[in-house]
């Protein structure tokens, strides 16, 4: 018997990563999941986003647990779709008990060269995106007067970042939301926390633009050429696996995390030494 047995839960941005291991590990603790994805390309990122078929593969996953999965696509940058997963989730198990607004997207550029469509693209992912996540689910809690809500902010959200002020303007403001909300639904028993990792090791980051700006004295960086500057350093400061987040997140959700609220909860590989 798990410690979410009984419990719903909708994980956005959920086709592989740390979506993915947030719904392997809230299965295995006995929740059922619906996990929603875009599972489509974004013109101008560097990478290349989950696929139709990686968001089947996160249900099949998922079911080899034991657990029911629904698998939807939906873009964040879109309320009407985000209320439609929900309306989902409720039709199909009655209830929502946990909420991980996990979706996001990440590119790299100066301010002084940064086009508008690529700031537009991630406010309308990072932020807006969480804002339309609380948004469909959190009535539906109050009316319960229980829930877990969780976001997925990031280590930047306290410090400064080259090349990329419009991904940490972002996660800045996810933590805004949440401190915001956390005070707003406190009195119907509704817990609402971010979670700030530093680098987690998904194809958000494994990729070779991402590799040009950490190892930039090398024309065509390789990942192990980032990964031996990575491992040259202290042993705890390597990248964080997306089931060491996951685990993070079965504390707050459970009973056991119900005096966490309004959190910033770091997992930063000591870089949150640095910060305020």
């Not at 101008?44 to 968001?55: E, H, K, N, R, V």
């Not at 319960?144 to 996660?171: E, F, L, Q």
């Not at 700006?213 to 090398?218: A, E, G, Q, R």
Request: hydrophobic share 45%.
């Amino acid at each position: 018997m798990g410690n979410l047995d009984g419990r719903v839960a909708v994980i956005t941005g959920g086709g592989r990563g740390q979506g993915r291991a947030h719904a392997l590990a809230l299965a295995g603790a006995g929740a059922d999941i619906v996990v929603c994805d875009v599972a489509a390309p974004v013109p101008g990122l560097p990478y290349a986003l989950s696929t139709p078929g990686d968001l089947a593969e996160t249900a099949e996953l998922v079911e080899r647990t034991g657990r029911r999965c629904i698998a939807v696509r939906a873009d964040v940058r879109s309320l009407e779709q985000v209320c439609s997963v929900a309306e989902r989730a409720i039709e199909e198990f009655d209830r929502i008990d946990i909420l991980v607004a996990n979706a996001g997207i990440a590119s790299h550029s100066a301010i002084a060269e940064m086009d508008e469509q690529m700031w537009r693209d991630m406010i309308d992912t990072n932020l807006t995106g969480v804002f339309h996540s609380f948004r469909a689910v959190v009535p539906h809690m109050i009316e319960r007067r229980w829930g877990r809500v969780i976001a997925t902010s990031s280590i930047v959200a306290k410090m400064g970042v080259r090349n990329a002020a419009h991904y940490a303007a972002t996660k800045w403001g996810v933590l805004g939301l949440v401190k915001s909300l956390s005070l707003e639904v406190a009195e119907y028993g509704i817990t609402v926390n971010a979670l700030l990792p530093s680098g987690v090791d998904t194809d958000m980051i494994q990729n070779p633009a991402t590799w040009r700006l950490m190892v930039p004295d090398k024309e065509n960086p390789t990942k192990e050429d980032w990964m031996a500057i990575i491992e040259s350093g202290p042993p705890n400061a390597d990248l964080i696996q997306p089931a060491e987040v996951a685990e993070a997140v079965l504390l707050l959700v459970s009973e056991h995390g119900r005096h966490f609220n309004g959190e910033a909860v770091t997992i930063s590989c000591g870089g949150s030494a640095n910060t305020s």
